[in-house]
């Protein structure tokens, strides 16, 4: 084969490649349109349902506030090859698991105990949350795969982790301003566990998306 064929088959399927924006830029870009779909979201159910609300449980939400901050710096960060350093992930997920746990705690330790308390909330109608929580997340997920998708996809488990802990903040703290039940068993029960399903499998299938470049 001579040089020139060879330099034809080499470059005929080239495309241009532009530079990714700092990862910061990025990520404001992403915040902001996924706080418009949020508002649109929130906008509509206060139409339909009439329901608002200052939240009260105000550490909760700065708790959530600083680990989305950070985990979102983070993620668009390492999506940019040569980023990466040692201690990135531990902030956010410290973060986040201390949240979880001060959840569950606070469940557990009282009269009727973590297991009868998640049963009796269950009885509850809570579901509505869940739904509400689905659909704050569903734009940014979508539009966090396909951010994402443009630089470079981090196979580790703690990566994927954050993919699905940046939407699942986000959407817990849009959530606070419209649901009223601010107790800590509901928010475990229909803000977090029964939302693990369904979001672990939008978010599962939404990370195989962004791994699968052509």
């Avoid at 706080?35 to 939400?61: C, D, K, N, T, V």
């Avoid at 509505?128 to 997920?141: E, F, G, Y």
Wanted: net charge positive; aromatic share 14%.
């Amino acid at each position: 084969m001579k040089t020139i064929e060879l330099i034809e088959i080499l470059t005929q399927d080239n495309k241009k490649v532009s530079p990714l924006k700092s990862s910061q830029h990025r990520f404001l870009q992403w915040a902001l349109y996924s706080l418009l779909s949020m508002i649109m979201i929130l906008a509509l159910s206060i139409m339909i349902r009439g329901q608002y609300h200052i939240p009260r449980f105000w550490e909760s939400i700065v708790t959530l506030i600083v680990g989305f901050l950070f985990c979102g710096f983070v993620l668009f960060k390492r999506n940019i090859p040569g980023n990466q350093s040692t201690y990135d992930y531990l902030f956010h997920n410290l973060i986040l698991v201390i949240w979880i746990i001060f959840l569950v705690l606070s469940v557990t330790f009282t009269e009727k105990g973590l297991f009868s308390s998640i049963s009796e909330e269950l009885t509850h109608h809570g579901s509505i949350c869940v739904v509400l929580l689905l659909l704050i997340a569903t734009i940014p997920v979508i539009l966090l795969n396909i951010n994402l998708k443009k630089g470079f996809v981090e196979p580790s488990l703690l990566f994927q982790f954050s993919v699905y802990a940046l939407p699942f903040t986000f959407a817990q703290i849009g959530i606070s301003f419209l649901c009223p039940n601010e107790t800590s068993i509901h928010m475990l029960t229909w803000h977090t566990l029964a939302l693990i399903p369904f979001y672990s499998l939008i978010s599962f299938l939404g990370f195989k998306l962004i791994q699968s470049k052509e």
